[in-house]
């Protein structure tokens, strides 16, 4: 079973980093031009009254709108995972302004741990088509499809996995340590 992941893992990586960079691209750029846009101060979260399995439901949702929208020659896929970026660091930056950091941390450090990896596997799915057609053009090789299929239900059973742990998180762990803070 390891040296399955470690396959896939050498396979995959650098789309792996990829998503990453259109991810920290969304956050960075949210730094950078988010005190433009301005929101009525009023605004101000307390909480929410989702279930973990309403939460997972969601992001399980979103991940394979990411992983399916590769189909469109992964356009979509970049494109939603800078904007899931985007929207991280705006919230950041809309939380500071009402929370210390540390609150802001304890709120999204526990269940961010599984969720951005499981957001960049949906993008690293959503970027195989793009590639596929690449390494085409470069190589002209073609592409295994028994392989790609076997590693892309891989790759998408284990964003499911991520997104489930990081909802139970978000739901039980992620109010408790940002009761420390209270």
Known sequence: MLTFWK???KE?????????MWLFG?????LLIGNQIHLDN????????????????????AGLLIAGSGILLS???????????????????LSASHYSMAEII????????FELPAIMLACSVGLKPISWLIRYVRTKQSVSWKKEVRSIAALLGL????????????TYVSPITMS???
């Open 7 to 9: 396959a896939i893992w």
């Open 106 to 113: 304890a709120a999204l450090a526990p269940h961010g741990i």
């Open 12 to 20: 995959e990586k650098k789309l792996f980093l990829a998503a990453a």
């Open 75 to 93: 356009v979509p896929a970049m494109l939603l995972t800078l904007f899931n970026g985007f929207m991280l660091g705006y919230l950041v930056m």
């Open 180 to 182: 420390w803070f209270k």
């Open 42 to 61: 009023a605004i101000h979260v307390t909480g929410f009254d989702y279930e973990w399995y309403q939460i997972a439901l969601n992001n399980i949702g």
């Open 26 to 30: 969304g956050i960075a750029l949210s």
């Open 159 to 170: 964003m499911v996995a991520l997104f489930t742990v990081a909802s139970l998180i978000e």
